[in-house]
Protein backbone atom coordinates (compact mmCIF):
# COMPACT_ATOMS: atom_id res chain seq x y z
CA UNK A 1 0.00 0.00 0.00
CA UNK A 2 1.48 3.22 -1.26
CA UNK A 3 1.64 5.47 1.51
CA UNK A 4 0.68 9.43 0.81
CA UNK A 5 1.63 12.64 2.90
CA UNK A 6 -0.99 15.35 2.30
CA UNK A 7 0.60 19.08 1.50
CA UNK A 8 -2.03 21.80 2.97
CA UNK A 9 -4.93 21.28 4.89
CA UNK A 10 -7.56 23.77 2.35
CA UNK A 11 -10.68 23.16 0.72
CA UNK A 12 -8.87 21.66 -2.47
CA UNK A 13 -7.17 18.82 -0.55
CA UNK A 14 -10.12 18.77 2.36
CA UNK A 15 -12.88 18.18 -0.41
CA UNK A 16 -11.06 16.48 -3.20
CA UNK A 17 -6.98 14.89 -2.07
CA UNK A 18 -7.74 13.41 0.90
CA UNK A 19 -10.51 11.69 0.37
CA UNK A 20 -9.62 10.67 -3.59
CA UNK A 21 -6.58 8.87 -2.20
CA UNK A 22 -8.18 7.47 0.42
CA UNK A 23 -10.73 5.65 -1.95
CA UNK A 24 -7.64 4.76 -4.15
CA UNK A 25 -6.39 2.56 -2.04
CA UNK A 26 -3.35 5.19 -0.81
CA UNK A 27 -2.89 5.17 3.32
CA UNK A 28 -2.57 8.66 4.16
CA UNK A 29 -0.17 8.79 6.67
CA UNK A 30 0.05 12.37 7.80
CA UNK A 31 -0.58 15.95 6.57
CA UNK A 32 1.34 19.26 6.64
CA UNK A 33 0.13 22.42 6.42
CA UNK A 34 0.37 26.45 7.61
CA UNK A 35 -1.79 26.01 10.30
CA UNK A 36 -1.67 23.58 12.72
CA UNK A 37 -5.31 23.04 13.82
CA UNK A 38 -6.09 22.64 10.23
CA UNK A 39 -3.70 20.05 9.53
CA UNK A 40 -4.97 18.18 12.72
CA UNK A 41 -8.26 18.40 12.02
CA UNK A 42 -7.60 16.86 8.35
CA UNK A 43 -5.23 14.22 9.81
CA UNK A 44 -7.73 13.08 12.74
CA UNK A 45 -10.05 12.64 10.03
CA UNK A 46 -8.15 9.93 8.02
CA UNK A 47 -6.83 8.70 11.29
CA UNK A 48 -3.29 10.04 10.34
CA UNK A 49 -1.00 12.44 11.81
CA UNK A 50 -0.51 16.11 11.64
CA UNK A 51 3.28 17.21 11.02
CA UNK A 52 4.76 20.12 12.08
CA UNK A 53 7.93 19.67 9.99
CA UNK A 54 7.75 18.97 6.50
CA UNK A 55 11.47 17.20 6.14
CA UNK A 56 9.72 14.79 8.82
CA UNK A 57 6.68 14.11 7.21
CA UNK A 58 8.63 13.15 4.05
CA UNK A 59 10.86 10.79 5.68
CA UNK A 60 7.69 8.65 6.79
CA UNK A 61 6.00 8.40 2.88
CA UNK A 62 6.31 6.95 -0.23
CA UNK A 63 4.34 9.86 -2.10
CA UNK A 64 2.97 13.25 -1.34
CA UNK A 65 0.05 15.24 -2.91
CA UNK A 66 0.60 19.31 -2.99
CA UNK A 67 -2.41 21.30 -2.54
CA UNK A 68 -0.74 24.17 -1.51
CA UNK A 69 -0.80 27.84 -2.77
CA UNK A 70 0.97 27.90 -6.39
CA UNK A 71 4.22 29.38 -5.21
CA UNK A 72 4.76 26.62 -2.81
CA UNK A 73 4.08 23.51 -5.43
CA UNK A 74 7.59 23.88 -6.81
CA UNK A 75 9.63 24.08 -3.92
CA UNK A 76 7.78 21.49 -1.88
CA UNK A 77 7.83 19.09 -4.68
CA UNK A 78 11.75 19.17 -5.81
CA UNK A 79 12.30 18.71 -1.94
CA UNK A 80 10.28 15.56 -2.22
CA UNK A 81 11.52 14.40 -4.99
CA UNK A 82 15.31 15.11 -3.83
CA UNK A 83 14.41 12.43 -0.67
CA UNK A 84 12.48 10.03 -3.48
CA UNK A 85 9.30 10.69 -2.79
CA UNK A 86 6.91 10.54 -5.76
CA UNK A 87 4.78 13.79 -6.26
CA UNK A 88 1.51 14.74 -7.44
CA UNK A 89 1.05 18.44 -7.80
CA UNK A 90 -1.61 20.69 -8.14
CA UNK A 91 -1.87 22.96 -11.48
CA UNK A 92 -0.08 25.28 -11.94
CA UNK A 93 3.32 23.92 -11.06
CA UNK A 94 4.72 26.80 -10.65
CA UNK A 95 4.20 30.64 -10.70
CA UNK A 96 5.59 30.43 -14.10
CA UNK A 97 7.71 27.67 -16.69
CA UNK A 98 11.38 28.31 -15.16
CA UNK A 99 9.84 27.27 -11.77
CA UNK A 100 7.92 24.60 -13.61
CA UNK A 101 11.07 23.43 -15.66
CA UNK A 102 13.09 23.14 -12.25
CA UNK A 103 10.34 21.15 -10.74
CA UNK A 104 10.28 18.57 -13.78
CA UNK A 105 13.96 18.70 -13.48
CA UNK A 106 14.18 17.59 -10.05
CA UNK A 107 12.06 14.84 -10.30
CA UNK A 108 13.92 13.77 -13.56
CA UNK A 109 16.81 13.71 -11.61
CA UNK A 110 15.57 11.95 -8.59
CA UNK A 111 13.97 9.41 -10.96
CA UNK A 112 10.66 9.30 -9.04
CA UNK A 113 7.20 9.10 -10.17
CA UNK A 114 5.67 13.02 -11.12
CA UNK A 115 1.92 13.56 -12.28
CA UNK A 116 -0.09 17.03 -12.48
CA UNK A 117 -3.64 17.41 -10.98
CA UNK A 118 -4.89 18.28 -14.35
CA UNK A 119 -8.53 17.17 -12.84
CA UNK A 120 -10.65 16.90 -16.86
CA UNK A 121 -8.45 14.42 -17.33
CA UNK A 122 -9.79 12.17 -15.63
CA UNK A 123 -13.31 12.81 -16.74
CA UNK A 124 -15.00 10.02 -19.20
CA UNK A 125 -16.83 12.58 -20.94
CA UNK A 126 -13.10 13.66 -22.25
CA UNK A 127 -12.20 10.45 -22.54
CA UNK A 128 -14.69 9.68 -24.61
CA UNK A 129 -14.24 12.63 -26.47
CA UNK A 130 -10.77 11.86 -27.01
CA UNK A 131 -11.37 8.32 -28.13
CA UNK A 132 -13.09 9.78 -31.11
CA UNK A 133 -11.03 12.15 -32.10
CA UNK A 134 -8.08 9.79 -32.44
CA UNK A 135 -10.39 7.75 -34.42
CA UNK A 136 -10.95 10.78 -36.75
CA UNK A 137 -14.85 10.99 -36.08
CA UNK A 138 -14.43 14.97 -36.95
CA UNK A 139 -12.35 14.69 -39.99
CA UNK A 140 -10.15 17.62 -40.91
CA UNK A 141 -9.77 20.28 -37.66
CA UNK A 142 -11.02 23.84 -38.79
CA UNK A 143 -11.06 25.41 -35.28
CA UNK A 144 -11.39 25.40 -31.36
CA UNK A 145 -13.40 27.29 -28.66
CA UNK A 146 -12.86 26.89 -25.59
CA UNK A 147 -14.38 28.52 -22.31
CA UNK A 148 -13.67 28.62 -18.37
CA UNK A 149 -15.41 30.59 -16.85
CA UNK A 150 -16.05 30.16 -12.41
CA UNK A 151 -17.33 32.57 -10.34
CA UNK A 152 -15.42 32.31 -7.33
CA UNK A 153 -13.70 35.62 -6.90
CA UNK A 154 -16.83 37.43 -8.10
CA UNK A 155 -17.44 38.96 -5.11
CA UNK A 156 -15.66 42.04 -4.76
CA UNK A 157 -16.30 42.77 -1.09
CA UNK A 158 -14.68 39.75 0.03
CA UNK A 159 -11.44 39.22 1.39
CA UNK A 160 -8.28 39.78 -1.59
CA UNK A 161 -7.87 35.94 -1.41
CA UNK A 162 -4.32 34.81 -2.52
CA UNK A 163 -5.02 33.28 -5.94
CA UNK A 164 -5.79 37.59 -6.67
CA UNK A 165 -2.07 38.07 -5.37
CA UNK A 166 1.15 37.93 -8.20
CA UNK A 167 3.49 37.21 -5.73
CA UNK A 168 1.67 33.85 -4.32
CA UNK A 169 -0.32 33.21 -7.35
CA UNK A 170 1.60 34.17 -10.90
CA UNK A 171 1.11 37.05 -12.85
CA UNK A 172 -1.34 35.12 -14.72
CA UNK A 173 -4.26 35.00 -11.93
CA UNK A 174 -6.74 33.64 -13.68
CA UNK A 175 -4.61 32.53 -17.16
CA UNK A 176 -2.68 30.49 -14.28
CA UNK A 177 -5.65 29.09 -12.24
CA UNK A 178 -7.98 28.40 -14.99
CA UNK A 179 -5.65 28.17 -17.99
CA UNK A 180 -4.18 25.49 -17.15
CA UNK A 181 -7.15 22.57 -17.72
CA UNK A 182 -8.18 24.46 -20.57
CA UNK A 183 -4.92 24.31 -22.61
CA UNK A 184 -3.86 20.83 -21.67
CA UNK A 185 -7.51 19.54 -22.88
CA UNK A 186 -7.18 21.65 -26.38
CA UNK A 187 -3.85 19.80 -26.58
CA UNK A 188 -4.89 16.02 -25.15
CA UNK A 189 -7.93 16.17 -27.66
CA UNK A 190 -6.43 17.10 -30.34
CA UNK A 191 -2.90 15.60 -30.35
CA UNK A 192 -1.32 19.40 -31.45
CA UNK A 193 0.75 21.80 -29.53
CA UNK A 194 0.11 25.44 -28.73
CA UNK A 195 2.74 27.71 -30.81
CA UNK A 196 1.74 31.31 -30.52
CA UNK A 197 -0.98 33.56 -28.80
CA UNK A 198 -2.39 37.04 -28.84
CA UNK A 199 -3.82 37.89 -25.80
CA UNK A 200 -5.55 40.71 -23.31
CA UNK A 201 -6.22 40.32 -19.65
CA UNK A 202 -8.21 42.45 -17.75
CA UNK A 203 -8.31 43.27 -13.69
CA UNK A 204 -12.44 43.73 -13.65
CA UNK A 205 -13.59 44.05 -10.08
CA UNK A 206 -12.01 46.91 -7.49
CA UNK A 207 -11.04 45.10 -4.32
CA UNK A 208 -9.07 46.26 -1.05
CA UNK A 209 -6.55 45.61 -1.45
CA UNK A 210 -6.72 45.70 -5.53
CA UNK A 211 -6.06 42.11 -7.21
CA UNK A 212 -2.34 41.73 -8.83
CA UNK A 213 -3.18 39.24 -11.19
CA UNK A 214 -6.10 39.60 -13.54
CA UNK A 215 -9.38 38.28 -13.05
CA UNK A 216 -10.28 37.97 -17.23
CA UNK A 217 -8.58 37.05 -20.49
CA UNK A 218 -9.36 36.73 -23.93
CA UNK A 219 -6.92 34.60 -26.09
CA UNK A 220 -6.39 33.82 -29.95
CA UNK A 221 -4.33 30.75 -30.32
CA UNK A 222 -2.47 29.56 -32.82
CA UNK A 223 -2.08 25.66 -32.70
CA UNK A 224 -0.62 23.46 -35.05
CA UNK A 225 -2.61 23.75 -38.29
CA UNK A 226 -5.53 24.90 -35.99
CA UNK A 227 -6.87 28.12 -34.52
CA UNK A 228 -8.10 28.67 -31.15
CA UNK A 229 -10.46 31.15 -29.19
CA UNK A 230 -10.33 31.17 -25.54
CA UNK A 231 -11.90 33.07 -22.60
CA UNK A 232 -11.48 32.57 -19.22
CA UNK A 233 -12.83 34.37 -15.73
CA UNK A 234 -12.79 34.24 -12.17
CA UNK A 235 -15.57 36.64 -12.00
CA UNK A 236 -18.03 35.42 -14.35
CA UNK A 237 -21.88 35.46 -12.65
CA UNK A 238 -24.78 34.55 -14.18
CA UNK A 239 -24.40 30.28 -14.13
CA UNK A 240 -22.45 27.35 -12.61
CA UNK A 241 -18.89 27.45 -13.25
CA UNK A 242 -18.12 25.22 -16.43
CA UNK A 243 -15.78 24.61 -18.65
CA UNK A 244 -16.33 24.35 -22.29
CA UNK A 245 -14.99 23.54 -25.27
CA UNK A 246 -16.41 23.04 -29.17
CA UNK A 247 -14.05 21.59 -32.06
CA UNK A 248 -15.13 21.43 -35.61
CA UNK A 249 -13.90 19.90 -38.12
CA UNK A 250 -14.85 18.33 -41.70
CA UNK A 251 -16.75 15.47 -41.00
CA UNK A 252 -18.44 17.41 -37.93
CA UNK A 253 -18.50 18.88 -34.31
CA UNK A 254 -18.01 18.12 -30.34
CA UNK A 255 -18.85 20.07 -27.55
CA UNK A 256 -17.60 18.99 -24.12
CA UNK A 257 -18.77 20.31 -20.97
CA UNK A 258 -17.52 19.81 -17.27
CA UNK A 259 -18.72 21.58 -14.27
CA UNK A 260 -20.40 21.24 -10.87
CA UNK A 261 -23.40 19.81 -13.18
CA UNK A 262 -21.39 17.26 -14.24
CA UNK A 263 -19.66 15.77 -17.83
CA UNK A 264 -21.79 15.76 -20.71
CA UNK A 265 -20.92 15.63 -24.45
CA UNK A 266 -22.32 16.38 -27.96
CA UNK A 267 -21.86 15.56 -31.37
CA UNK A 268 -23.05 16.81 -34.80
CA UNK A 269 -22.64 15.59 -38.50
CA UNK A 270 -21.43 17.93 -40.76
CA UNK A 271 -24.43 19.14 -41.76
CA UNK A 272 -26.19 18.35 -38.81
CA UNK A 273 -27.19 19.79 -35.00
CA UNK A 274 -26.02 18.46 -31.83
CA UNK A 275 -27.18 15.15 -29.99
CA UNK A 276 -26.23 14.51 -26.69
CA UNK A 277 -23.44 11.05 -26.26
CA UNK A 278 -23.73 8.72 -23.39
CA UNK A 279 -20.29 7.51 -22.79
CA UNK A 280 -19.07 4.03 -21.99
CA UNK A 281 -19.16 5.09 -18.65
CA UNK A 282 -21.27 6.91 -16.40
CA UNK A 283 -20.95 10.93 -16.69
CA UNK A 284 -19.32 11.97 -13.64
CA UNK A 285 -21.61 14.44 -11.04
CA UNK A 286 -19.03 17.54 -9.97
CA UNK A 287 -15.81 18.86 -10.77
CA UNK A 288 -13.25 17.46 -8.65
CA UNK A 289 -13.69 14.27 -6.32
CA UNK A 290 -15.00 11.79 -9.14
CA UNK A 291 -11.93 13.18 -11.35
CA UNK A 292 -9.45 12.94 -8.79
CA UNK A 293 -10.29 9.20 -7.97
CA UNK A 294 -9.38 8.24 -11.68
CA UNK A 295 -6.52 10.65 -11.20
CA UNK A 296 -5.39 9.54 -7.84
CA UNK A 297 -5.73 5.71 -9.26
CA UNK A 298 -3.52 6.41 -12.08
CA UNK A 299 -1.00 7.84 -10.00
CA UNK A 300 -0.66 4.88 -7.01
CA UNK A 301 -0.63 2.50 -10.78
CA UNK A 302 2.59 4.41 -11.71
CA UNK A 303 3.95 4.25 -8.44
CA UNK A 304 3.68 0.60 -8.74
CA UNK A 305 4.73 -0.01 -12.19
CA UNK A 306 7.13 2.44 -11.96
CA UNK A 307 5.59 4.16 -15.40
CA UNK A 308 5.11 8.05 -15.39
CA UNK A 309 1.15 8.48 -15.09
CA UNK A 310 -0.74 10.66 -17.58
CA UNK A 311 -1.24 14.24 -17.12
CA UNK A 312 2.45 14.22 -16.79
CA UNK A 313 4.52 16.97 -15.40
CA UNK A 314 5.37 17.76 -18.83
CA UNK A 315 1.97 17.89 -19.37
CA UNK A 316 1.99 20.77 -16.73
CA UNK A 317 4.94 22.47 -17.93
CA UNK A 318 3.66 22.70 -21.40
CA UNK A 319 0.19 24.42 -20.24
CA UNK A 320 2.55 26.82 -17.65
CA UNK A 321 4.50 27.33 -20.61
CA UNK A 322 0.81 28.79 -22.76
CA UNK A 323 0.17 30.91 -19.72
CA UNK A 324 3.63 32.59 -19.64
CA UNK A 325 3.04 33.42 -23.35
CA UNK A 326 -0.32 34.97 -22.56
CA UNK A 327 0.97 36.71 -19.76
CA UNK A 328 3.94 38.62 -22.37
CA UNK A 329 1.00 38.60 -25.10
CA UNK A 330 -1.05 40.93 -22.70
CA UNK A 331 1.95 43.08 -21.64
CA UNK A 332 3.15 43.78 -25.17
CA UNK A 333 -0.55 43.93 -27.23
CA UNK A 334 1.31 41.43 -29.55
CA UNK A 335 1.73 37.99 -30.58
CA UNK A 336 3.75 35.45 -28.38
CA UNK A 337 5.52 32.41 -29.24
CA UNK A 338 5.00 29.66 -25.93
N1 LIG B 1 -7.19 20.81 -10.05
C1 LIG B 1 -8.25 21.58 -9.76
O1 LIG B 1 -9.29 21.45 -10.40
C2 LIG B 1 -8.14 22.53 -8.61
C3 LIG B 1 -9.28 23.11 -8.03
C4 LIG B 1 -9.12 23.92 -6.90
C5 LIG B 1 -7.85 24.19 -6.43
N2 LIG B 1 -6.77 23.64 -7.04
C6 LIG B 1 -5.40 23.95 -6.59
O2 LIG B 1 -5.23 23.45 -5.27
C7 LIG B 1 -4.32 24.30 -4.58
C8 LIG B 1 -4.95 24.68 -3.25
O3 LIG B 1 -6.14 25.40 -3.50
P1 LIG B 1 -7.27 25.59 -2.36
O4 LIG B 1 -8.45 26.13 -3.04
O5 LIG B 1 -7.39 24.37 -1.54
O6 LIG B 1 -6.57 26.74 -1.49
P2 LIG B 1 -6.85 27.03 0.05
O7 LIG B 1 -8.23 26.65 0.43
O8 LIG B 1 -6.38 28.41 0.30
O9 LIG B 1 -5.88 25.99 0.80
C9 LIG B 1 -4.48 26.11 0.78
C10 LIG B 1 -3.92 25.32 1.95
O10 LIG B 1 -2.50 25.41 1.91
C11 LIG B 1 -2.04 25.89 3.19
N3 LIG B 1 -0.82 26.69 3.02
C12 LIG B 1 -0.70 27.97 2.61
N4 LIG B 1 0.60 28.32 2.51
C13 LIG B 1 1.31 27.24 2.89
C14 LIG B 1 2.68 26.97 3.02
N5 LIG B 1 3.61 27.88 2.72
N6 LIG B 1 3.06 25.74 3.46
C15 LIG B 1 2.14 24.79 3.77
N7 LIG B 1 0.81 24.99 3.66
C16 LIG B 1 0.41 26.19 3.23
C17 LIG B 1 -3.17 26.72 3.72
O11 LIG B 1 -3.04 26.88 5.08
P3 LIG B 1 -4.07 27.75 5.97
O12 LIG B 1 -5.05 26.74 6.46
O13 LIG B 1 -3.22 28.37 7.00
O14 LIG B 1 -4.68 28.77 5.04
C18 LIG B 1 -4.37 25.87 3.31
O15 LIG B 1 -4.55 24.80 4.21
C19 LIG B 1 -4.01 25.45 -5.50
O16 LIG B 1 -2.79 25.27 -6.14
C20 LIG B 1 -5.11 25.42 -6.52
O17 LIG B 1 -4.71 25.90 -7.80
C21 LIG B 1 -6.90 22.83 -8.11
Given at each position: MVRIGIIGAGSWAKKVHAPAFHAAGAKIIGVYSRTPARANALAQAYGARAYSAYEALLEDVDAVTIATPDDTHAPYATQAAARGVHVFVEKP????AAEAQALLEAVRKAGVIGMTA?????DPAAAHAHALLASGALGTLYYLRGVFHG????????PTPWRAQAQI????GVVGDLGPHLFDLARHLTGLEFREVLARTQVCLERTPPA???DAAAILARMDGLDALLSLS???????QRLELELQGSAGALKLRLGPEGGALWRAERPGTYARLEPPIPPTQGWGRPQFLTLARRFLEGIRQGTPPQPSLEDGLAAQRVVDAVVRSAERHAWRAV
Amino acid sequence: MVRIGIIGAGSWAKKVHAPAFHAAGAKIIGVYSRTPARANALAQAYGARAYSAYEALLEDVDAVTIATPDDTHAPYATQAAARGVHVFVEKPLGRNAAEAQALLEAVRKAGVIGMTALTARGDPAAAHAHALLASGALGTLYYLRGVFHGAYLGDPTTPTPWRAQAQIAGPGGVVGDLGPHLFDLARHLTGLEFREVLARTQVCLERTPPATNPDAAAILARMDGLDALLSLSRVHVGEPQRLELELQGSAGALKLRLGPEGGALWRAERPGTYARLEPPIPPTQGWGRPQFLTLARRFLEGIRQGTPPQPSLEDGLAAQRVVDAVVRSAERHAWRAV
